[in-house]
Structure formats: C-alpha cells, structure tokens
C-alpha cells in the first residue's frame, strides 16, 4: 500500500501493523527517514512539493517492479508532503519476505528509487533562507546499483 | 492557450503556472523551452540540467515534440524525495 501524508505519521504504529498482516514472513525490513537539522545549516523543516499523479503512480510502479524482482509478500510506501518539521518522519518504506535477503535488498531498493526517481521536490527552509534541494552524485550511483 | 505548469525551484522562478499563447515560431517543445529561456531569467539555468522532464497532456516524453495551443505542458525539475 502507499500513501502520500499531508500531516505527520506514526511510523512506529505502521511499522507494527504491517508486521502483523504479513502472514507467513519470516522477515520484514523497514526505514524511517527522519528530517534532520544538519548541524550549522540549522533546518527548521522540509516543504515537499508532489506531482497530483505522477508522484503515485510512479511509486506504484517501482513497487510493482520490487515485487517482479523478489518474492515478496507485502509492501508499504508513506511519504509525507507539505511541511514537515525537523524531527518529524518524511518517509517510511518497509518489505515483508519470507526471507532476509530479500527484504532488505527490496527495501534498500524502494528508497534508492525515492530519493531520484520519483516526482518530488524539497525545499529546506533555514535560519538563512530557502534551498532547493537535489540529490547527490552518491544518490543517482545508488539508484544505478539497480539497473 | 497552452497550459505551463512549473515544479520545485522551476516554479519559484517562474512565479506560478500560467497560459501563453504560443508565438508563431513555437511549434515544439524544444521551441517553447528556448523561448521561455529567453523570457525568464533562470529557466534556462535550471532546465539544461540533464535530468529535467517534460510532461505532455500528462504523458512523460524523452524527446522533442510538436506542440499547440490545445497542449498541457508540465516542467518538472531534478525529483527529490525521501
């Protein structure tokens, strides 16, 4: 399942209730993306800008391309848009398998493709102005991992 | 009237989505961009980048196409999520 968030989430409370419904998994790999202060730069909070159908369209797709690629018995994307504070959980992506390896390596893949692929865009406000924010040459060499 | 829409940093420059009547000599989208480079201070900048997408009537295209009046044209800049 997936979900774009307007207002904060409890990863926590999903984390736990994707765990339960998993059936026979054996294993279930999560990450939580948390919106950080980084240091001197003294981020306030992230405003998310999203595409009204791309964003989750093609969110569906890299979740049904993870789902081709391993055996996977459930699936759960939440990205949150709008403003979101530093503190607050930007995105929770978890994998439920019968096995370890392929839970992770979907998970590590999901937010591979989160980070450069999919239709958002993020704006970090700071005690010195605004940046828009683009991925890192280490993000795309991630994402490449894939291919 | 050919709807523009603009995301991320290409809508801050562009101050929000808007209708253009299309010049003559705009009659693709390779055309349109060059235009709105020279209309607009900074489009250009950020558009060269490589990784900028284009959506037309809600379709993602990867080349240069004709355009009209009747079109919906989506400027998208580098995605940054997660």
């Given at each position: 399942m997936i979900s774009l968030c307007a207002e904060t989430f409890d990863p926590y409370a999903l984390l736990k209730e994707f765990t339960?419904?998993?059936?026979?998994?054996g294993a279930v790999a999560s990450f939580i993306g948390l919106v950080r202060k980084e240091g001197a730069a003294d981020v306030s909070a992230l405003?998310?800008?999203?595409?009204?159908?791309?964003?989750?369209?093609?969110?569906?797709?890299?979740?049904?391309?993870?789902m081709q690629r391993w055996d996977l018995l459930d699936v759960r994307v939440v990205h949150r848009i709008g403003r979101v504070e530093t503190g607050e959980p930007i995105v929770?992506?978890?994998?439920?398998?019968?096995?370890?390896?392929a839970a992770f390596e979907s998970c590590d893949m999901l937010m591979d493709f989160l980070k450069t692929d999919a239709p958002f865009w993020k704006k970090e406000l700071?005690?010195?102005?605004?940046?828009?924010?683009?991925?890192?040459?280490?993000?795309?060499?991630?994402?490449?991992?894939?291919? | 009237?050919?709807?523009?829409?603009?995301?991320?940093?290409?809508?801050?420059?562009?101050?929000?989505?808007?209708?253009?009547?299309?010049?003559?000599?705009?009659?693709?989208?390779?055309?349109?961009?060059?235009?709105?480079?020279?209309?607009?201070?900074?489009?250009?900048?950020?558009?060269?980048?490589?990784?900028?997408?284009?959506?037309?009537?809600?379709?993602?295209?990867?080349?240069?196409?004709p355009i009209t009046d009747a079109d919906r044209i989506e400027f998208l800049p580098p995605f940054s999520g997660g």
């Open positions: 339960k419904n998993t059936g026979d998994a405003i998310l800008e999203h595409h009204p159908q791309l964003t989750q369209q093609s969110i569906e797709q890299a979740v049904d391309g993870v929770l992506v978890a994998t439920a398998a019968a096995h370890r390896r700071t005690a010195s102005g605004e940046n828009w924010i683009e991925p890192s040459a280490e993000d795309y060499q991630n994402r490449s991992r894939w291919d | 009237m050919a709807q523009l829409a603009f995301y991320g940093k290409l809508r801050d420059i562009m101050g929000c989505d808007m209708e253009l009547e299309l010049p003559a000599n705009v009659k693709t989208l390779n055309a349109l961009q060059d235009h709105l480079t020279q209309a607009y201070t900074g489009f250009g900048d950020v558009f060269s980048h490589t990784r900028t997408k284009v959506v037309l009537n809600d379709v993602l295209v990867h080349s240069d196409m």
